[in-house]
């Protein structure tokens, strides 16, 4: 013990890791060192991030396909217009099928425009009708 206390002492370390628990238990106890805070480091702990958001900030708005303005026409004129025989002839069904998709999914991107809407605060459960019927509650709590 006097070896590891003549170390610690001649050189300034701001941690000294003590591997054996007969050592530590000796080094915690020692009088000269009461300032020493021992820590149990025989277990390594577990790695991990945590990303937290702010819930006072503003969430940037997420864009969707906006169903309701979907030009239909040149959406079908774009997709008719592809020769599926020649393109999917001697293919397997995955590659067909991949060929397909990717076909859909650019005539989607070319033809239903995009909309921004907002994020809410409010629970799945909250719907259109309770809001009103907390609207009715209100306006008449101010009418008394």
């Not at 393109?87 to 069904?93: F, R, T, V």
């Not at 033809?111 to 799945?124: E, V």
């Amino acid at each position: 013990m006097s070896e590891l206390q003549a170390i610690a002492s001649t050189l300034s370390q701001d941690i000294i890791a003590v591997n054996e628990t007969w050592l530590n238990s000796q080094w915690k106890t020692s009088p000269s060192h009461k300032w020493i805070r021992s820590y149990r480091q025989d277990r390594r702990p577990p790695d991990f991030t945590l990303e937290v958001q702010d819930p006072n900030s503003r969430t940037q708005h997420k864009q969707v396909l906006d169903h309701k303005r979907v030009n239909f026409e040149l959406m079908k004129e774009e997709l008719g217009s592809n020769n599926y025989e020649v393109l999917m002839s001697n293919k397997n069904a995955e590659e067909c099928y991949m060929i397909l998709k990717e076909k859909i999914a650019t005539a989607t991107e070319h033809h239903i425009p995009r909309k921004q809407i907002r994020p809410t605060n409010n629970p799945p459960w909250f719907s259109q009708e309770i809001k009103r019927l907390i609207n009715v509650r209100r306006q008449s709590y101010r009418r008394l």
